[in-house]
């Protein structure tokens, strides 16, 4: 028996089945025929969905939400190129110099108020643009019989800078409780636009987080809605028993809504409010974040940074491909056949032919190939080895 399945070894290769020779015994060839079977190479394999396949497999996936997937960021520019009238309404900021390779837009801030103060209508009759901001963001977040945002740091507010993140660097939503806003004092007398020379004073730094880790998000037609409150992702909620509230966050939407009124008595803002007045107030909120970063953060030791992560579900299906130790010991390459009658070119594997498994591939039941799975180095297959090889598709 060790001879013929020696013998057919050496005769067979992918795609071929060795002559048996003629036995009488019924029982013997039904076993040398599952023997060639075994020893013989296919082409594919089909799958044992009750075994082989598990799927419906949900994990959440989180990663840095600014350029090249960091989670802090600690420089910030905006660009020359934004006219007068863009800058009325919000400001892109970058992480690089805006010309520069790799620059682009992170973030964007704007300054809102219900009754269009704060921006210069251009004698536009009730059409000023903090009042389309406003409004923008009222029908965008807000149930429909809401007429202002209302924060539990002041109640309604008439006033609101927004930050913004970029929808493309959000992939499902912002990580809630994964964020951290450095915000430093206005200083002095700032000017009334803040497009101005704005200037931020003292070593302290306010850092805002939501207040995810002490309550359960309120749930309205905007998805789940945290409060922002002053403290850090280290340390969590400053006195969680009495928190100091700044606006609201809404992950689904990745925006944040900071309260006017908090911070102008928290951080001296001086929010221009006067009536189509050129206040382009979003330049202050600008200038007290990136002000933050030339100082030191005593907990880490690094600069402040604005931290901030994404956050999606990724649903997934795990193939299971089980590589018994007779299979798949041939290949389909030329190389390794020679001569017309597909001679092994190695005689090393004459008897013991070796194989390398680099690339998976999942196909249809009319053999059409749907998807690829690569190995991260050659897999060696013999007829003294087996392998089982984990193929995961995300959705």
């Known amino acids: 028996m060790k001879e013929l399945i020696k013998r057919l070894k050496t005769q067979t290769r992918i795609g071929q089945t060795p002559e048996l020779p003629n036995l009488g015994n019924n029982a013997l060839l039904g076993a040398l025929n599952q ?51 863009q800058r009325r309404y919000y400001v892109d900021v970058y992480q690089e110099t805006p010309s520069a390779d790799g620059a ?32 923008q963001y009222r ?41 951290e806003i450095p915000l430093r004092t206005i200083s002095g007398s700032r000017p009334t636009n803040a497009t101005g020379s704005v200037n931020v004073s003292g070593s302290t730094v306010i850092t805002l987080i939501d207040d995810s880790s002490i309550s359960n998000p309120a749930v309205g037609d905007s998805g789940q809605v945290y409060n922002i409150v002053s403290g850090s992702i280290n340390d969590g909620v400053y006195n969680p028993s ?35 007045s050129e206040g382009n107030n979003h330049f202050a909120l600008f200038h007290s974040i990136s002000g933050s970063s030339v100082l030191t953060n005593p907990s880490t030791g690094d600069a402040y940074g604005f931290l901030a992560r994404n956050s999606e579900n990724v649903t997934s299906t795990n193939y299971f491909v089980r ?31 070796k194989t390398y498994v680099t690339t998976i591939g999942l196909y249809n039941d009319n053999q059409e190939l749907l998807a690829v799975a690569k190995l991260s180095k050659p897999l060696l297959k013999s007829f003294q080895r087996e392998a089982l090889i984990r193929v995961k598709l995300d959705f």
């Open 35 to 85: 023997a060639v079977q075994n020893i013989t190479g296919r082409t594919f394999t089909r799958f044992d969905v009750l075994n082989d396949v598990v799927g419906n497999q949900t994990e959440t996936v989180t990663a840095g939400l600014w350029s090249d997937n960091i989670a802090s960021l600690t420089t910030f520019f905006t660009s020359s190129a934004e006219t007068t009238t």
């Open 139 to 179: 029908q965008l977040l807000l149930n429909p019989t809401d007429s202002r945002f209302t924060t539990a740091g002041s109640g309604s507010t008439d006033y609101i800078y927004v930050i913004n993140f970029k929808r493309n660097r959000l992939r499902e939503r912002l990580d809630a409780g994964n964020f």
């Open 323 to 353: 590589i018994k130790n007779g299979e798949y010991n041939f290949s389909n390459n030329p190389s390794f056949t020679s001569g017309s009658n597909g001679q092994l070119s190695q005689t090393t594997f004459i008897g013991d032919p």
């Open 242 to 276: 009495a928190p100091v509230y700044y606006g609201l966050a809404y992950p689904a939407f990745g925006t944040l809504i900071l309260d006017g009124k908090m911070l102008d008595q928290q951080l001296n803002f001086q929010t221009n409010t006067g009536s189509s």
């Open 104 to 135: 682009a837009t992170q973030f964007s801030l704007a300054f809102g108020h219900a009754l269009g103060s704060g921006s210069d209508s251009q004698g536009q009759l009730e059409d000023s643009p903090s009042k389309a901001v406003y409004s």
